[in-house]
DNA sequence: TCAAAAGTGTTATCCTTACACCCATGT
DNA sequence: ACATGGGTGTAAGGATAACACTTTTGA
């Protein structure tokens, strides 16, 4: 973007050293459930998102992305998605310590676990491990209980004024009291507990909160810098994409059966759907196709294997719900 | 993000300078249609969003973006929203020229038309002027054929195995010829155009076409640099986002009629929507509540003026379609 | 024979779409 | 009277969610 007007304070902005870090959250899906790669070179630190500046000669942001995770974990990657650009000058200790500023800038990726890879100081991890209240696929997680005394407690201590929205704000993103279970505002979660203070990092980066250290939910300060906001930011646009495009595929092997699907919709999600009509569902859309073999390995019943019919990512780019048209024949 | 690897590279992506661009959408509905701010302080270039570098200063990007538009043009925004990062080394023209690196942040804003603003050098336009094939509103858009013949020139001389991937990327994008018109798809469609250059910026930027400058469509450079591509890209976000999200009242005056409401979202959308349909879906999901009083300026029967729930910002924030959950009581 | 998973049928309910119609006002 | 837009009724068709049931394998 360039400006038209008579430069007037650019001289400033240009002296200002000014570092792009790309950073990539790359998930797979295993019999386990979601994972996604972090790194952890060094071990007196905490691991963090494959990352690196972006360089002169890098041509595309995407491509500088690619060149930095080819490079730290010999992932050649697929499919991959611009999350967000954060660049709050306090948002982390670790921007603060910098000279000048970083602007951080997220992308997820979708690949298979299982390709050829270069993993050194790399490893798989459940994203559940850093968002263990995201996972209701065997009921309401454990550490929900917790969860609910800490936003109590802030609740109980709001101001007068503010005590209706902090409720409003706690039954929308956590479903409490009377509220229903959204599994896409993962962010909105994360971003409650770090303005509370229940996380640690934000005693770390030095937020105003209202808990004390010590009430922080999980031991370590479990991501560098603010890569456990950027996974948060990619659960949720992964939760909600599954629902309008078809971007399981990318992390499914080239045949699966139906319940292979139906566990990875599960394992992103993070929660359990209806077997019958989940397969109907698919079917209906036309999204698989039977490719005739059969595998025997499931426990039971031997079951079809099936396959991602490619063409539908050219014929429904979205499916576009919810205005009701009128349909007119074309003016000619 | 800060890398926890040994510096290896870093030192040549600290020496090279680069700047941050910040660039607003700023949209607006009128009686007469959706309308975007657009500055053109110096006639012998052609206009530009509002736009700004981030500076040392400015806390935030979206701060920075807020201070560059206030001050170029009064508006204190309302709702603000971050759409993607650009920063193709060799985008356009103007990027080429610049030395150093520049890096650019699109934002969608939604304004009221008619708030208090100090406007030199700026001007609201119909954003269908930069893009006349996008308004449906009055059945296909007569520019359309001249779009239709320069793709079909395009599929024509497609060498023999590409023909198919052709022939599909114009029936879903331009819904030809047996395909359906998708209104979401504005920025596909504009970077089909650019890419066969039927689009003038494609042959300023020097990008390699297959059809000759004189067969680009509409006459002038309309906008400068890439902003015309981030225009498609905020126009595509928000006639998604208006099917999930209550982001037309942003647009809205404090009070309105039914018809008011539709016309907005028509404008948005780009196509006509059925009245009394439209009206049971609104009313329906609780967005809206009558004031009690009622307007005769529609030109037949008085009509009820209605204003926004903005509770239900708080109550919906996805209304979730899509996956057939299975409902289970927690297990305690 | 039984457990485990595959896969089908059926129904009540709700939402979407389309069409038809009446209502209240200004000219 | 009639044009213009406001507003309601209703029925067909499709999608969703829930439940029950049959089938096919391995142990």
Known sequence: MTRSDPPRSRASAAKDSMTVELGAVIVAVGPDGPRVLVRQPDTSRPAALPSGP???????????????????????????????????????????AQPGRILSIGYLALVHEDKPRRMEASEWRSWYEFFPWEDWREGEPAILSAVRDGIAGWIAEAPRDERKSREERARVTFGLPGGHWNEELVLERYELLYEIGLVPEAHRDGAACWAPREAALMDADSLQADHRRILATAISR???????????FELMPPRFTFLDLQRAVEALAGVE??????RRLVEHQGLVEDTGA???????RPASLF????????ERP???????????????
């Open 294 to 300: 059969k595998t025997s390995k499931t426990g039971g």
């Open 273 to 278: 759907l209806h077997k019958a009509n989940f």
């Open 238 to 248: 992964l939760r909600g994409k599954i629902k309008y495009r078809p971007v399981v």
């Open 54 to 96: 972006l360089e002169p000669h890098h041509r595309t942001l995407e491509a500088g992305l690619r060149t930095w995770v080819e490079e730290q974990t010999g992932y050649d990657l697929g499919y991959v998605e611009q999350l967000y650009s954060f660049g709050d000058a306090n948002r982390h200790a670790s921007a603060r």
């Open 318 to 332: 979205a499916s576009g719900v919810g205005l009701p048209p009128v349909r007119r024949s074309a003016k000619t």
């Open 307 to 314: 396959r991602f019919r490619r063409e539908v990512l050219l």
